[in-house]
């Protein structure tokens, strides 16, 4: 199933990560052509992801490792749009953080400080191994005072297994103990989109944004102006979109059905 854009020719793509270009490390049928149609025409393009374990030069060595080939530049994460929203709140300022490398480099580089003594914030971010003790400290120190943050709200992610928790169900639970609702960076928050939007100069009208979720990636698109397209290779089922009050521009079965629209585009450019 090819699908069909209308309106404006695109200019630039945004493009989800987890379920839509792999699951864990094992890819997506038409991923590698993606990218490749995508880099063959000369298209801007960000592969977007809430998930805050990798850098992106991890992520870049991962998905190469899955046969995908992106550029460090082309990957942002809620790690980086964590970060980036941080040292415009607080400059220079400190944060315990439950998290993995691509959480606490992205927070080292803007300047901050990792401690567990009277942080100004606790910064939750995913990981494949959350300690009792850390969360139990995180709880502590919010409800001392330090400001809840979170990479992300997902609850769940997808993975060949079937799902998996992820950060929005850890947040849950700290707010569940602490009475406090982290602020979420991540996808569908409007930051992360202009964020992206910004580190390539796209403009919304002649902007795609591919996404496997309704609640995250297709709303975020969907309120910053986008054109968005859902494939159904990940957490959100065909049968389940009706369910919402919005709907996605075009749904299609997966990314391979987007490698002959990209390479249209080129030929029409």
Known sequence: ???????????????????????????????????????????????????????????????????????????????????????????????????????????????????????????????????????????????????FIATNPDPSGPSQQGMLPATGSVAALMSTATGRTPYFVGKPNPLMMRSALNRIDAHSESTVMIGDRMDTDIISGLEAGLRTVLVTTGSTRPEQVERFPYRPTEVVDSIADLVALVKHEEQQA
């Open 1 to 147: 199933m090819t699908a069909h854009l209308t309106g404006k020719p695109v200019h630039t793509w945004l493009t989800d990560m987890d379920g839509v270009l792999v699951h864990e490390e094992v890819p997506i049928p038409g991923a590698t052509e993606f990218v490749e149609a995508l880099k063959a025409s000369g298209r801007r393009f960000l592969v977007l992801t809430n998930n805050s374990i990798f850098t992106p030069r991890d992520l870049r060595a991962r998905l190469l490792g899955s046969g995908i080939d992106v550029p460090e530049e082309a990957i942002w994460t809620s790690a980086l749009a964590t970060a980036q929203f941080l040292a415009d709140q607080r400059p220079h300022g400190t944060a315990y953080v439950v998290g993995e490398a691509g959480l606490t480099t992205a927070l080292h580089d803007i300047g901050y400080v990792m401690t567990d003594r009277d942080p100004d914030y606790v910064v939750l971010g995913e990981t494949r191994t959350y300690s009792f003790e850390a969360i139990t400290r995180a709880i502590r120190l919010i409800d001392g005072g330090a400001r």
